[in-house]
């Protein structure tokens, strides 16, 4: 269980390079999306469409997919649509608690002691201990 025979040794260079090579890559473009994300890419296109102002409904929606093979039932893109707009709601409502400039100040002022917190950690100590006053 050791080394591999034909590796070569692996020197700090080697390493160096690696995580460089690494650390440059993008995420890699998925072909396939999933319901709710290919819904979510969509959402404000369809909210569109089935608007008052246009009047279309959402199996009228799910025919026009249909034709691009996108094959999604009326009523399963009218449940994703609700599902995104609670998930949304929620998220909305939890960075609402109190009103929004209150909670932004409160996380700023939060955020300037965690940083003045681990300034002052990083700051070197001086030990006591075992010293007589």
């Known amino acids: 269980m050791g080394e591999h025979p034909n590796s070569e040794g692996i020197t700090k260079n080697k390493i160096d ?3 460089n090579l690494l650390k440059s890559q993008k995420p890699k473009e998925r072909e396939e999306l999933s319901d709710r994300e290919a819904i979510r890419k969509m ?3 369809i909210e569109k469409l089935t608007s008052d102002k246009y009047g279309y409904s959402y ?3 799910s025919e026009m997919l249909k034709g691009l093979g996108i094959n999604l039932t009326g009523s399963r893109i009218k449940y994703l649509i609700g599902e ?5 709601r ?3 409502q939890a960075s609402d608690n ?5 909670s932004v100040q409160g996380a700023t ?4 002691a965690v940083v003045e ?12 201990k075992g010293k007589i006053k």
Do not use: M
Request: aromatic share 2%; no cysteine.
């Open 17 to 19: 390079e690696a995580i």
């Open 43 to 45: 959402r404000r296109y």
């Open 59 to 61: 199996d009228e929606v």
């Open 84 to 88: 995104l707009k609670k998930s949304s």
């Open 90 to 92: 929620r998220r909305h």
């Open 98 to 102: 109190g009103s929004s400039s209150a």
């Open 109 to 112: 002022e939060n955020q300037q």
């Open 117 to 128: 917190s681990s300034e002052a950690e990083e700051a070197p100590v001086k030990s006591t």
